[in-house]
């Protein structure tokens, strides 16, 4: 069936270090998939979202292309902040349901 | 509209009992999705409304859960015999969009269910 297998966490960074969370995915058909954060305390919101392949999806500094080839959809980010701080959770849909990663913890220390 | 809103946030209560949530999703949005959430995993799909009408429900939901959206505004989500198995974050998001689920999804704070 379809499915999300996302890089296990914890992920700790120092300020403005490269980050890369791996995400890669099985599913028939064609998805649409998207990268979820949740900040402490808060709920899920959408960070960014690539509906075809090669799309890329870019919000916040954050970017993930999405490659059919590989059936990957890596979040990258050039330089984190600690505000960056939070749960990043990879998610596709190909159809009526949504199917979610397990999540990666990222602290990001000064 | 301050987002979507669920009710309660917490409840705790004692296997075999019956336990009802609410959502109320972005006023604009047709579409309304149910999913549970465990520790140190992603939320599971559950079922999803397009308007009033319930268009798909996952293997996880079982007998014991019903969900229901009568107007096609607010929804319930409701346990019957509960389970210790149940515990879990029940979140609800909603979208709007004439089709495909590509439309950016809300989500509200969650309600944590424990049962003892």
């Known amino acids: 069936g379809d499915s999300v297998t996302q890089m296990e966490g914890p992920v700790t960074l120092s300020e403005e270090a490269f980050l890369t969370i791996n995400c890669t995915y099985t599913?028939?058909?064609?998805?649409?998939l998207f990268w979820y954060v949740q900040y402490p305390g808060e709920g899920l919101q959408l960070l960014l979202k690539a509906t075809k392949a090669d799309d890329k999806g870019s919000n916040k500094g954050f970017e993930a292309t999405y490659r059919k080839e590989t059936t990957s959809f890596h979040l990258e980010k050039g330089s984190v902040q600690v505000s960056d701080s939070a749960v990043y959770f990879c998610a596709l849909n190909t159809g009526n349901q949504f199917y979610f990663g397990t999540g990666t913890s990222l602290t990001v220390i000064p | 509209d301050t987002g979507v809103s669920q009710d309660p946030r917490h409840k705790i209560t004692k296997r075999g009992q019956n336990v009802t949530f609410r959502c109320d999703p972005i006023?604009?949005?047709?579409?309304l999705y149910w999913y549970r959430q465990t520790l140190g995993q992603g939320p599971e799909f559950l079922t999803y409304?397009?308007?009033?009408?319930?268009?798909?429900k996952s293997r996880l939901l079982s007998d014991r859960f019903s969900a229901e959206r009568p107007k096609g505004s607010f929804s319930t989500l409701e346990i019957q015999r509960t389970e210790q198995g149940d515990s879990a974050m029940y979140l609800c998001?909603?979208?709007?969009?004439?089709?495909?689920?590509?439309?950016?999804?809300?989500f509200g704070p969650g309600t944590r269910l424990t049962v003892t």
């Open positions: 006023s604009e949005h047709n579409r």
């Open positions: 409304f397009q308007n009033e009408a319930q268009l798909e």
């Open positions: 998001a909603s979208s709007s969009g004439p089709g495909g689920l590509s439309y950016e999804q809300y």
């Open positions: 599913a028939t058909g064609y998805p649409s």
